[in-house]
């Protein structure tokens, strides 16, 4: 029954109620006017009483026709079945609109999380970019003046090998080495830079990964054997033949796996799986069980000249060309770490070309 | 045996007198320019076996000069010389004729070897 019925039955036993006790005192009294104020007062009381309940029911149908409305566009599954009453049904809209509301919210949370995880990698991406193009600006201009010295040191040489001997000979040109060696060095590291930025050949063949994988760790066989680690490989039975370029994937894996060997004790565990992650992609993970690195250090590994190594020991530049080289190929690289358990990169390749356009 | 003509063309005319110089050592008939007009004359004028381009000249750029040389000295062999891994300028310039390239800073070791082998193509025609 209706609200508005409800009211309207309570209303009508009133009125007959009143109208009897009216009768009665009527009756007692036996006056015409008394009867008449009581009818009146019954008339007036009839009257104010629908007001009310008009101002009372209409409001309430129209917010259970709300609730309804947002149940039912955001929840279709559920059937709405009219309820005894307005407030009934006003009770049940409620709790529908507020189980929606509620699943609303922790989709909305959930997309705000994943487009903020999204908005700092993206972040990330550009501040390497931009790294990037500064690191290759510097190099191209250091590159020019580094030719010089390296044609002046070599002129120096040159002449030197060619006069006789005199005091000190062997001493100057044991510094112009010195000074050759140096600056094959700046070489290595401008041509690393300038890399990073221009587009550089890329040759994609159909290429194993699984042998790629075992040929970088091969070659870094003696620094296996020199600190004594264990070295496994976890290769993926079921991992198709990947369209890439094998040269540049294999110097991101001895970088990465290098790097594993550096941050293990002695006797410690560098573990190399393979797989594939869906039907595009294939995955190599390197993982180790050294010390770990701090967030505040694993948030600039891939940045240009930033090392975790001792001074002198890395150039800072391995995981920065790294980066650069997944870009070119469409992969990506990335990084974990836990603090006394060691870390891990994993490096998600796809099986077939997509590259990556435009410079980093 | 006549000595191999090279011209080297750098606008950073420090590296290209040294280079000339240490190229003179090692017995080649070298010359250095630094600019793109010299560059033109020096090639109608000496015939270079071998030019070691330098691919970034100010006013004109390094694919350009290339073009020219291609026009007035068709037999001269024409190194390029780059800062980098320019892919794309590689391309256009071997696409244009260029013989090969070299990076800077150079090894002066693997740039005779390969003026040696530039020379060997212009000899043999």
Same mark, same amino acid.
């Given at each position: 029954?209706?609200?508005?019925?409800?009211?309207? /039955?309570? /209303?009508?036993?009133?009125?007959?109620?009143?109208?009897?006790?009216?009768?009665?005192?009527?009756?007692?009294? *036996?006056?015409?006017?008394?009867?008449?104020?009581?009818?009146?007062?019954?008339?007036?009381?009839?009257?104010?009483?629908?007001?009310?309940?008009?101002?009372?029911?209409?409001?309430?149908?129209?917010?259970?026709?709300?609730?309804?409305?947002?149940?039912?566009?955001? =929840?279709?599954?559920?059937?709405?079945? &009219?309820?005894?009453?307005?407030?009934?049904? =006003?009770?049940?809209? @409620?709790?529908?609109?507020?189980?929606?509301?509620? &699943?609303?919210?922790?989709?909305?949370?959930?997309?705000?999380?994943?487009?903020?995880?999204?908005?700092? %990698?993206?972040?990330?991406?550009?501040?390497?970019?931009? =790294?990037?193009?500064?690191?290759?600006?510097?190099?191209?201009?250091?590159?020019?003046?580094?030719?010089? #010295?390296?044609?002046?040191?070599?002129?120096?040489?040159?002449? =030197?090998?060619?006069?006789?001997?005199?005091?000190?000979?062997?001493?100057?040109?044991?510094?112009?080495?010195?000074?050759?060696?140096?600056?094959?060095?700046?070489?290595?590291?401008?041509?690393?830079?300038?890399?990073?930025?221009?587009?550089? &050949?890329?040759?994609?063949?159909?290429?194993?990964?699984?042998?790629?994988?075992?040929?970088?760790?091969?070659?870094?066989?003696?620094?296996?054997?020199? %600190?004594?680690?264990?070295?496994?490989?976890?290769?993926?039975?079921?991992?198709?033949?990947? %369209?890439?370029?094998?040269?540049?994937?294999?110097?991101? @894996?001895?970088?990465?796996?290098?790097?594993?060997?550096?941050?293990?004790?002695?006797?410690?565990?560098?573990?190399?799986?393979?797989?594939?992650?869906? %039907?595009?992609?294939?995955?190599?993970?390197?993982?180790?069980?050294?010390?770990? #690195?701090?967030?505040?250090?694993?948030?600039?590994? /891939?940045?240009?000249? /930033?090392?975790?190594?001792?001074? *002198?020991?890395?150039? *800072?530049?391995?995981? @920065?060309?790294?980066? *650069?080289?997944?870009?070119?190929?469409?992969?990506?690289?990335?990084?974990?770490?836990?603090?006394?358990?060691?870390?891990?990169?994993?490096?998600?390749?796809?099986?077939?070309?997509?590259?990556?356009?435009?410079?980093? | 045996?006549?000595?191999?003509?090279?011209?080297?063309?750098?606008?950073?005319?420090?590296?290209?007198? $040294?280079?000339?110089?240490?190229? !003179?050592?090692?017995?080649?008939?070298?010359?250095?320019?630094?600019?793109?007009?010299? $560059?033109?004359?020096?090639?109608?004028?000496?015939?270079?076996?071998?030019?070691?381009?330098?691919?970034?000249?100010?006013?004109?750029?390094?694919?350009?000069?290339?073009?020219?040389?291609?026009?007035?000295?068709?037999?001269?062999?024409?190194?390029?010389? $780059?800062?980098?891994?320019?892919?794309?300028?590689?391309?256009?310039?071997?696409?244009?004729?260029?013989?090969?390239?070299?990076?800077?800073?150079?090894?002066?070791?693997?740039?005779?070897?390969?003026?040696?082998?530039?020379? !060997?193509?212009?000899?043999?025609?």
């Amino acid at each position: 029954m209706k609200l508005g019925s409800k009211l309207a /039955f309570s /209303f009508g036993i009133s009125m007959v109620l009143f109208i009897m006790l009216g009768v009665m005192v009527c009756t007692e009294s *036996g006056t015409a006017t008394k009867s008449i104020s009581v009818v009146l007062a019954a008339v007036l009381g009839a009257v104010a009483y629908r007001r009310l309940a008009a101002r009372i029911v209409t409001p309430l149908r129209r917010l259970d026709e709300m609730a309804k409305s947002v149940a039912r566009e955001y =929840l279709p599954e559920i059937g709405i079945v &009219d309820q005894k009453d307005e407030i009934e049904s =006003l009770e049940s809209s @409620f709790t529908q609109m507020e189980r929606r509301l509620k &699943d609303t919210l922790s989709s909305l949370e959930l997309a705000t999380t994943r487009l903020h995880e999204k908005q700092e %990698k993206l972040v990330e991406a550009e501040k390497l970019a931009s =790294l990037g193009r500064i690191a290759a600006g510097v190099a191209h201009e250091i590159n020019n003046p580094l030719a010089i #010295i390296n044609e002046k040191a070599g002129l120096m040489q040159d002449i =030197l090998r060619m006069c006789g001997d005199f005091q000190h000979k062997e001493k100057f040109l044991n510094l112009l080495d010195g000074i050759m060696v140096s600056v094959n060095r700046c070489r290595t590291i401008t041509h690393h830079l300038l890399g990073f930025a221009r587009r550089i &050949d890329v040759i994609v063949e159909p290429m194993d990964l699984n042998e790629a994988v075992t040929e970088a760790k091969e070659f870094l066989a003696n620094d296996i054997v020199l %600190k004594n680690i264990r070295a496994e490989l976890h290769l993926g039975e079921d991992l198709p033949k990947i %369209k890439s370029d094998k040269g540049l994937l294999e110097q991101v @894996f001895l970088n990465v796996i290098k790097n594993a060997i550096d941050a293990v004790e002695e006797g410690g565990i560098v573990m190399v799986s393979t797989g594939v992650k869906d %039907k595009n992609t294939a995955f190599v993970s390197i993982r180790d069980n050294g010390p770990g #690195i701090p967030s505040d250090k694993l948030r600039h590994i /891939f940045e240009p000249f /930033f090392t975790t190594k001792e001074r *002198g020991k890395g150039t *800072g530049l391995g995981l @920065f060309v790294s980066y *650069g080289i997944m870009k070119k190929l469409g992969a990506s690289i990335l990084v974990e770490s836990e603090i006394g358990k060691g870390t891990t990169f994993t490096l998600e390749i796809p099986l077939h070309p997509r590259f990556w356009e435009g410079t980093v | 045996m006549k000595k191999t003509k090279v011209l080297v063309v750098d606008d950073e005319a420090e590296f290209a007198a $040294t280079l000339t110089e240490r190229l !003179q050592l090692r017995g080649y008939d070298a010359r250095a320019v630094s600019s793109a007009e010299d $560059t033109v004359a020096a090639a109608k004028s000496d015939l270079p076996d071998v030019i070691l381009l330098d691919l970034k000249m100010p006013g004109k750029s390094g694919i350009e000069i290339l073009m020219t040389i291609r026009e007035y000295a068709p037999g001269s062999e024409v190194i390029l010389l $780059t800062g980098h891994v320019d892919i794309e300028s590689k391309i256009e310039g071997i696409r244009i004729g260029a013989f090969d390239y070299i990076m800077k800073p150079i090894d002066i070791g693997e740039l005779t070897a390969k003026i040696d082998k530039a020379k !060997q193509k212009h000899t043999n025609g």
